[in-house]
Nanobody
């Protein structure tokens, strides 16, 4: 059964770090692009980062460049999002999803097989 399961969210102080995991089952993460998205209350879902099936292409939203890093462990069939220097505006539910591509535009409509999400709260 095809499934993506996010984990690793939590409450962290501004300036802190978290690492999110997106564990895949039913397919291999090295055959699809995987993207991370987030949705804050009252806001639309927005793209955060993606990694291509080859792993050779990564893209980031301008708001997270230099702070977030996407990576992949093929042996564990898992994609990670390392989030450093977290800000209150990073507070959201974070989702992962798969796509044929990893495009700079990070449009949610190009992705499917969404996970259930993991809550990230940045607050003092």
């Amino acid at each position: 059964q095809l499934q993506l399961v996010e984990s690793g969210g939590g409450l962290v102080q501004p300036g802190g770090s978290l690492r999110l995991s997106c564990a895949a089952s039913g397919f291999s993460v090295d055959t699809y692009g995987i993207g991370w998205f987030r949705q804050a209350p009252g806001k639309e879902r927005e793209g955060v980062s993606c990694i291509s099936s080859s792993g050779g292409i990564t893209n980031y939203a301008d708001s997270v460049k230099g702070r977030f890093t996407i990576s992949r462990d093929n042996a564990k069939n898992t994609v990670y999002l390392q989030m450093n220097s977290l800000k209150p505006e990073d507070t959201a539910v974070y989702y992962c999803a798969r796509s044929v591509w990893c495009l700079r535009t990070l449009v949610p409509g190009g992705y499917g097989s969404w996970g259930q999400g993991t809550q990230v709260t940045v607050s003092s």
